[in-house]
């Protein structure tokens, strides 16, 4: 089984900067894609930034340009940063991952417990 943790959440003056981490856990497991989703109040979720295992990305239109998404595959761990931040980015931000387990030999997707990010004006 397949754990994610996420860290980094918290609150930030518009303009401002934060980062995001999420670690997975388990046994005899690979990760495909690697990534992030928020939902706002009201809003569906949608995703944010990911990262598959040959570094290719895809980020949301209203990211592009203050947002990056790097991995440490070998700490099974994807990131988050996120700058000139607006308050219409505030969002519960959830980690998510797309793999296999190894044993037995079936593919998963994973999710974090989220966590909140709120930006003020």
């Known amino acids: 089984q397949v754990q994610l943790v996420e860290s980094g959440g918290g609150l930030v003056q518009a303009g401002g900067s934060l980062s995001l981490s999420c670690a997975a856990s388990g046994s005899m497991f690979s990760i495909n894609v690697m990534g992030w989703y928020r939902q706002a109040p009201g809003k569906q979720r949608e995703l944010v930034a990911s990262m598959d295992n040959a570094g290719s990305t895809s980020f949301a239109d209203s990211v592009k340009g203050r947002f990056t998404v790097s991995r440490d595959n070998a700490k099974n761990t994807v990131y988050l940063q996120m700058s000139s931040l607006k308050p219409e980015d505030t969002a519960v931000y959830y980690c998510?991952?797309?793999?296999?387990?190894?044993?037995?030999?079936?593919?998963?997707?994973?999710w974090g417990q989220g966590t909140q990010v709120t930006v003020s004006s």
């Open positions: 998510n991952a797309n793999g296999r387990s190894h044993i037995p030999w079936r593919p998963f997707d994973a």
